[in-house]
Structure formats: structure tokens, C-alpha cells
């Protein structure tokens, strides 16, 4: 199969699979996110509510350079569980994916969901996340969710 068409394919299952899984969570209605990186948890929170999940970090998509940098390169980040996207790189030896197999490339505003419906298809979770910190895209796939006293448990 064609990148664009296995690509094209795996957005579109993503899409039809996050409608459910924003409603499940009621995704759209948190007005804040904060995300650690040694524990790899996330947390949206609004003045009365908080939900928290685990995630694998999929990459990152520069606004500014137009690059994406997959999390298995990325020197800067210390998340443990980033090496689990090297099963995307792999894939994409066995198919000849360039866009799977090279760390840092340029990209547009679709890349990120993109590589993050191509990782989800590979990896798995729950659900996909994505948090924008000044020009920088950071996506996530959400593994489980998980409590506020785990979260406090894994920090500690």
C-alpha cells in the first residue's frame, strides 16, 4: 500500500475513533492542560474538575520551522515511555515509509495528526492528545486513564 493512502486511512479511523473518546471524557469542555514529563501524565483541569491520564509521547511539530521530530530522536525530552514509537520507525523500515522512518523532517499543519493516527494504529491507547506551548505542537497518545492519588503515587 501507497504512504498516502495507509496514511489517509489511519487518519480517518483516528478521526471517527476521537468523536467518542473526546465525548466519553467531555475532552472539550477543560480550559487548561499541564503534562509531566518524568511521570508522563497528563492533566486537564477547569475551575471545578480534573481529569488525568498516562501518555506516550509521539512527537513534536514546530510551528515556527515546519519540521516534526519524532519522540524516539528527541534529545530534549526525558520521557521514558518515547521509545515505545521506535515500533512506528520499524514499520515504516518494513514498508519503506520515509516519513516513519526518518527522526526530523519538514512537514505542515497535517503532519502531527498525521504521524499521531499512524502511531496510534501501531501502538495503541485510548485516545489521542495533542498541547500547543508557544509555536510548538506536542502530540500524545493517551494510554489510561487514571486517578489523582496514582498520579500522586507515580510522582513521589
Known amino acids: 500500500m501507497k504512504y498516502e493512502k495507509y496514511a489517509d486511512k489511519a487518519c480517518q479511523n483516528l478521526t471517527e475513533f476521537q468523536k467518542k473518546f473526546r465525548k466519553k471524557y467531555d ?4 480550559q487548561n492542560w499541564f503534562y509531566n514529563q ?7 483541569y477547569s475551575e471545578n474538575k480534573e481529569i488525568y491520564f498516562k ?6 511539530f514546530s ?3 515546519n519540521t ?15 521509545l515505545r514509537t521506535l515500533a512506528v520507525k520499524e514499520f515504516g523500515e518494513k514498508k519503506s515509509y520515509e516519513n516513519l522512518m526518518n527522526d526530523h523532517f519538514d512537514g505542515d499543519n497535517f503532519t502531527g495528526w498525521e504521524l499521531t493516527s499512524i502511531a496510534f494504529e501501531i501502538i495503541g491507547g485510548i485516545g489521542t492528545y495533542r498541547v500547543i506551548s508557544d509555536d510548538l505542537e506536542k502530540y500524545f497518545l ?3 486513564k487514571i486517578t489523582k492519588e496514582e498520579v500522586e503515587k507515580i510522582e513521589s
Open 68 to 82: 516534526w521530530l519524532w519522540a524516539w530522536s528527541n534529545k530534549n525530552s526525558v520521557e521514558p515511555r518515547k
Open 38 to 44: 518524568s511521570s508522563e501524565t497528563l492533566r486537564l
Open 27 to 30: 475532552l472539550d469542555n477543560y
Open 55 to 60: 501518555y506516550i509521547p509521539v512527537g513534536t
Open 142 to 144: 493517551l494510554t489510561e
Open 63 to 65: 510551528q515556527k520551522k
